[in-house]
């Protein structure tokens, strides 16, 4: 390496003579050199190689011989192209042609250049003020790596590898912009049945392995060209461009069939579902987002008609999707302007016909509409949370009302899945109970099999509690799930509440009768009371009393009241009337 020009050394390095000063200076630019993390060339103003270090070199995998003093940098470019180290697409006048337009810039500029062995190399050059220039060049392999790896997980879904929500809105734009005449794009927006019980059941790491492996077959069915892409939890969204709406449909039907069929994870046998919405654009679609929309509100309509199905979606579930959200709004200002009432349905004894308890039911006095079903917000108010606070509502007002009647009424309060999963859900339970000062064991707390699908541990570590403070717990629409019999062996439940499907076949179809005998039979058994839902007929009364039922419920004896008429039939004065 050689150096031929003359620098000034800062003042303190005592040397005595100027030769001495410039050896002293040599030898600590040498050393500067060859301690560079770049590799470093730097040419006069006539384009000849002055100085070069070991990292250049290095970089370039080049011997010591391969440059020397005096060398242009066209002759240094010739001969690394020679030597095969660039990519096969960089030439002689391409790369030179860089560095003169580089340094015509005025500032020190970057290029990137490939190397034939795969790593990238960022070529810097400045021009120095006496004429001249420096180049630098340091070796950006891993750092591209890294940010090409950066950019890719911000794209894509760490578990699936699938892309994710950015990178579907670009995929589905350029996809729009390419269709073909005759061509749209199809839509499909995805959804698991049954995934959170697995996930819940046998963790969350099976849950993972359970979702990769359904990203795998979507991504086989999906064969063709189509895009699968995850959007989080359990929900998938499949781009893929077809002729016709009945491609789309096929393409959905095999997709469902597909994640439909059985898992075998870990030795484990896992059967879920699927459910998916289809939309299709039109010529005026340019944006992906409103299509994902319009899908995903087709997905809302095949959950709602009974999952592993697909709907295609249609303009009217626009209108009732904008429907059920200004439902949503006005549900809220309910709650906030306290527009609710509680109205109490009669639980007979069929011995003596008395009353012996109430079941709370939560009416929506609302302006327009009048009093509304709990069928028509219900279900909104489970889906949006509101339910937690609407329940505590009612079972504050429930105990209230209770602590009013007899000492032998119970009163009966539906409880949410939504609600049992609250932390201090067995506080709010102890508080509205001494709030009213009703005896525990006057409230009957009234759940369905959903409660003990989701989060089991936990619901029933709460269910014990309560009972252990001496709340009855009541399992309500008993026969219509899955498990009913599997989950009274987990939980001694004071009561089942055989549904009110099996009553209105009575007298229709034998195999009703027997299957109320055979609830009616495991309730006594278990030493749990049995209430039979649905009771509108003195047929069907005779029936299950028959049978050997403890207690009934229904429009024979009597609908929904509202409080003031509970407490007439009760002949129980309300305080409002004392005071009159």
């Not at 009274?488 to 109320?516: Q, T, Y």
């Not at 229904?554 to 009159?580: M, V």
Request: proline residues 4%.
């Amino acid at each position: 390496m050689a150096f031929d020009g003359v620098f000034h050394p800062a003042d303190g390095l005592g040397l005595s003579t100027p030769n001495a000063r410039v050896i002293e200076q040599n030898r600590l630019f040498d050393a500067a050199l060859e301690n560079m993390s770049q590799g470093l060339c730097m040419f006069d103003s006539g384009g000849r190689l002055l100085v070069w270090n070991r990292r250049y070199l290095e970089i370039f995998r080049l011997g010591p011989d391969h440059l020397r003093v005096g060398m242009n940098q066209r002759q240094i470019v010739e001969s690394l192209v020679g030597l095969g180290r660039y990519a096969p697409d960089l030439t002689v006048d391409a790369l030179c042609e860089g560095t003169r337009t580089s340094l015509l810039q005025g500032q020190a500029t970057s290029i990137l250049r490939a190397l034939a062995d795969g790593r990238t190399v960022s070529a810097t050059h400045r021009a120095m003020s006496g004429g001249g220039w420096v180049a630098t060049f340091e070796d950006v392999t891993e750092r591209r790596r890294n940010e090409d790896r950066i950019t890719y997980m911000a794209r894509h879904d760490a578990l699936t590898d699938l892309p994710n929500r950015v990178a579907l809105h670009e995929i589905g734009n350029a996809m729009l912009g390419q269709l073909r005449p005759g061509q749209a794009l199809a839509v499909l927006c995805l959804d698991l049945d049954r995934f959170k019980p697995v996930n819940d059941g046998f963790g969350h790491a099976t849950g993972d392995k359970l979702l990769r492996q359904v990203a795998q077959r979507l991504q086989r069915g999906g064969r063709g060209g189509a895009t699968v892409a995850r959007m989080g939890g359990d929900e998938f969204v499949v781009l893929h461009r077809v002729e016709t709406l009945t491609d789309a449909e096929s393409l959905a039907r095999r997709l469902i069939a597909a994640v439909s069929a059985p898992y075998d994870i870990d030795g484990l046998r896992i059967e879920i579902g699927m459910s998916a919405g289809i939309v299709l654009s039109g010529e005026d679609d340019g944006n992906v987002i409103p299509l994902l929309q319009n899908a995903d509100l087709a997905l809302y309509q095949a959950k709602a008609d009974g999952r592993g199905t697909y709907r295609v979606f249609e303009v009217q579930m626009d209108e009732r999707a904008r429907a059920r959200l200004s439902l949503e709004q006005e549900l809220r200002e309910a709650l906030t302007n306290d527009r609710f009432e509680v109205f109490y349905q009669p639980l007979v004894d069929l011995g003596s016909n008395a009353v012996i308890g109430l079941e709370a039911l939560v009416r929506w006095r609302h302006a327009e509409r009048g009093l509304t079903s709990p069928a028509v917000f219900i279900p909104i108010a489970e889906e949006t949370g509101l339910i937690v606070p609407l329940g505590e509502w009612v079972l504050r007002r429930a105990c209230r009302d209770a602590a009013r009647w007899p000492s032998h009424i119970r009163v009966a309060v539906n409880v949410s899945p939504h609600q049992l999963r609250q932390r201090n859900f067995t506080a709010m339970v102890l508080s509205a109970l001494s709030e009213s000062s009703l005896d525990p064991r006057r409230l009957e707390l009234e759940i369905t099999e959903s409660v003990l699908l989701e989060e089991t541990d936990a619901n029933l570590k709460t269910l014990h509690a309560l009972r252990g403070f001496g709340v009855r717990i009541a399992m309500d629409d008993f026969g219509t799930g899955y498990s009913s019999i599997s989950y009274l062996r987990r939980f001694p439940f004071d009561k089942i509440k055989i549904d009110r499907s099996f009553v209105r076949e009575i007298g229709e179809k034998p195999e009703a009768s027997a299957i109320i005998r055979a609830i009616i039979g495991l309730g006594r058994s278990l030493n749990m009371t049995t209430l039979v839902e649905g009771i509108e007929t003195e047929v069907q009364r005779s029936a299950v009393q028959a049978e050997g039922a403890h207690e009934m419920q229904g429009f024979l004896f009597n609908s929904p009241r509202p409080a003031r008429e509970i407490d007439a039939l009760l002949r129980i004065a309300r305080p409002e009337d004392e005071a009159a």
